[in-house]
């Protein structure tokens, strides 16, 4: 069975710093892996997928997560925090080749201070 | 495009009624899901659907019903609310088959409250 952990449920970063948002993650197998955001009253949106082709991804909006296998992360970077990634942001995975079954993590809500 | 609409936004039921929570894409998807959303909990799948007339229980599936007579729609039928079903409800699709890691194109959400 697959599981999701993301580590702070809410993280807090002036305009400007490093965004981190962190993903671990169980698998039996080579996972496939999602990082979606949620902004408020909306529904989720696909930032990026790992897929085996390359570890380092690269999202829309400056965002990128690195597949770390022997760590079993797959955690979500930005180099400079804008006040419009202020969102609710969720670490997914997906086992089987389908992808008919996503397990999501329980979310990390970011907050952006000026 | 409209995409993923979901109806209605908001809904208050007292527990024991009944009623459907509908989903409808305009994107020739094959695949449709729902998911509800709880506090702290993340995104649990209900059924999912790999194309008309196909459904499939997801993580959460009691106290849900589903079918797909159609590509477009796939609606979420509560037989017997119960508060423990308040929760706010997402729909999802997908392209199905070779591009199984598609991303999932979302509704709105649907607010529900079980009193």
């Known amino acids: 069975a697959q599981s999701v952990t993301q580590l702070g449920s809410h993280v807090s970063v002036s305009e400007g710093a490093l965004v981190l948002l962190r993903c671990n993650y169980s698998s039996s197998v080579p996972p496939y892996l999602f990082w979606y955001v949620q902004y408020p009253n909306q529904g989720l949106q696909l930032l990026l997928k790992y897929t085996s082709a390359a570890t380092l991804v690269k999202g829309i909006n400056g965002f990128e997560a690195e597949f770390k296998k022997s760590e079993t992360s797959f955690h979500l970077t930005k180099p400079s925090a804008h006040m419009s990634d202020a969102a609710e942001y969720f670490c997914a995975v997906s086992e089987d080749n389908a992808g008919n079954m996503l397990t999501f993590g329980g979310g990390t809500r970011l907050m952006v201070k000026p | 495009n409209a995409g993923v609409t979901q109806t209605p936004k908001f809904q208050v039921l007292k527990t024991g009624q009944s009623m459907t929570l509908q989903c409808a894409q305009d994107m020739n998807h094959e695949y449709m899901s729902w998911y509800r959303q709880d506090p702290g909990m993340g995104l649990r799948l209900i059924h999912y659907s790999v194309g008309a007339g196909i459904t499939d229980q997801g993580e959460v599936p009691n106290g849900y019903n589903v079918s797909r007579s159609t590509t477009e729609d796939f609606p979420l039928r509560l037989l017997s609310a119960a508060p423990s079903q308040t929760s706010v409800y997402f729909c999802?699709?997908?392209?199905?088959?070779?591009?199984?890691?598609?991303?999932?194109?979302f509704g709105n959400g649907t607010r529900l409250t079980v009193t």
């Open positions: 999802a699709s997908r392209v199905q088959g070779a591009t199984y890691n598609s991303p999932l194109h």
